[in-house]
């Protein structure tokens, strides 16, 4: 792809705002009947996997590992940001610093969490799924984009809730595994979803890309 279309352009802002998003909402566990309690994340981090599978089966692993850069770097701007913003002395008739902090007040320990799983684990899914493409010439979407979050997914959460929670008297590995079915089965749900864009863009864009001489260096932003 030599030029940047608007369709691109709005599944990449897509793609960013499902994960800053989700790591706002995360900090709200909710109780769904399950034997631990999951964040409210749940119901949209995997939208972020589901558009970068998008951006790398249409796009290519090329284009889809400059957004998950462009999805780093705006998340961090909203941190950095977001906790300058605690830092200001609030209006004395104001009363909700202690909110604020309560939902914006990100630990080193969680944001280190998170910004370590999510490259982990949105790397290695778009890489599986550039290598399946290839391997299964284009065919069987389906595996590719449930194959590759059920490794990325997994990456993403053994990392973050490891990190994050380890030492924690309410730890369990059981929160891994929870929140891992969750994230894999929302992606296989919305399989018929995945389809009708990927369709979609491949007939209007014109392209389908295979990466047969891509580098897949995650670091090769430019290339």
């Not at 951006?55 to 940001?81: D, K």
């Not at 684990?121 to 391997?135: H, P, R, V």
Request: overall charge positive; proline content about 4%; some cysteine.
């Amino acid at each position: 792809m030599t030029t940047i279309s608007h369709r691109f352009v709005i599944i990449a802002a897509i793609f960013v705002t499902c994960l800053i998003t989700a790591n706002i909402i995360a900090v709200k566990p909710i109780d769904i009947g399950l034997p631990t309690a999951l964040p409210a994340a749940i119901v949209i981090f995997p939208l972020s996997y589901i558009f970068g599978d998008i951006l790398t089966e249409v796009y290519g692993y090329r284009w889809a590992r400059r957004v998950i850069w462009l999805g780093f770097f705006c998340n961090l701007v909203f941190v950095v940001f977001a906790w300058i913003g605690g830092l200001l002395p609030s209006d004395p008739f104001w009363g909700g610093q202690g909110a604020y902090e309560s939902i914006l007040g990100y630990t080193p320990r969680i944001l280190a969490a998170s910004f370590l799983g999510y490259l982990a684990g949105e790397f290695t899914n778009s890489f599986i799924l550039a290598k399946m493409k290839i391997l299964t010439r284009g065919r069987w979407l389906w595996t590719r984009t449930i194959g590759s979050t059920v490794v990325g997914q997994g990456l993403d959460t053994s990392i973050f809730i490891t990190v994050a929670y380890i030492g924690m008297a309410w730890f369990t590995p059981l929160m891994i595994l929870m929140h891992w079915v969750m994230k894999v089965g929302i992606e296989a749900v919305a399989t018929p979803f995945t389809y009708a864009v990927v369709g979609y863009l491949k007939k209007k864009e014109g392209i389908d890309i295979y990466d047969y001489d891509t580098k897949f260096n995650p670091l090769l932003v430019t290339k």
